[in-house]
């Protein structure tokens, strides 16, 4: 088995399907197929069922894809503690984040560190939270900073960074009514992103913890930052990141309504892979962010609130 094989192998068991594979992994489809062919015979069990629907994995795959992932997981390290050792250790970092959070959290925190260590390069992929999770079983990234989704893997350190508060938002000048209750809340139009995507769980999440179910979601959208927009047009209310609606606020086209309650959070975090030793740039960052992010409080974006 050599690591090519079982890169691979990981594209076509993720995807499920030859072709979109193949393109993934810029091969042809009888590359794809012949890679393939030879890690089953080199191991002498058939891992992928090939169908007219697609490919899953066998009971041999499943359990070949565990140690496909811990293998090259265990050849990047060795990589970057042999390089260390040899003091040759690259002094770059990919980081993996969400658009929002890039934006109104990374943006000064990373220019302060690339002052502080203009010896590091620095990368800044923006993806959705299923694509996080994918550079960095793939070690596309170094590291993600992202909302928790609560999902546990031990192949990751996950690191808490902050509790964000999340505001009830509703049109700059909408009349809106003072929620006495969060059952008060299930007769207004929301707009939420759609299911799977880390702000919807955090939207339902801060009912299901206050004991009420989460209103009808009328408008479904791909993005925080649709949700604001739709909300500063009139077209319903949001439950977002206080962090994500600075600019918004300042030119009154939102504004931030009571909470009835204790105001929910969202826990932003920091996740890399587990590794004996760390690349010495990804230590150093990981320092720096841990004194440095601080959650937003409400006098950094000088909301108007209704009374």
Known sequence: MNPRQLKTFLIVARLGNVTRAAAEANLAQSSLSDQMQSLEQE??????????HGVTLTPAGQAMKTYAEEILALNDEAHIAVRAAACQSERTLAIG????????????????????????????????????????????????????????????????????????????????????????LNQLPFIATQDGCVYRRLFDAAFADAGVEAPRVATEVDSIATIIRLVAARAGYGLVPRLAIGAYAKHNDICELPWPGKVPTASLIMVWRRRRIQPPALSLLLTAAQSELRPVRPADVRLRREE
Do not use: M, Y
Request: aromatic content about 6%; hydrophobic content about 45%.
């Open 43 to 52: 191991l002498g069990v058939q891992l992928l069922e090939r169908s007219r």
């Open 97 to 184: 984040t969400l658009e929002t959070i890039a934006a109104e959290k990374l943006a000064a925190f990373l220019l302060r560190f690339r002052e502080a260590h203009p010896e590091i390069g620095l990368t800044l992929r923006i993806g959705g939270s299923a694509e996080l999770q994918r550079w960095l079983d793939d070690s596309s990234i170094d590291l993600a900073i992202t909302f928790d989704r609560g999902q546990q893997d031990g192949r990751f350190v996950t690191r808490l960074v902050s509790h964000e508060p999340l505001a009830l938002i509703s049109g700059g000048n909408a009349d809106a009514p003072c929620s006495a209750t969060l059952a008060d």
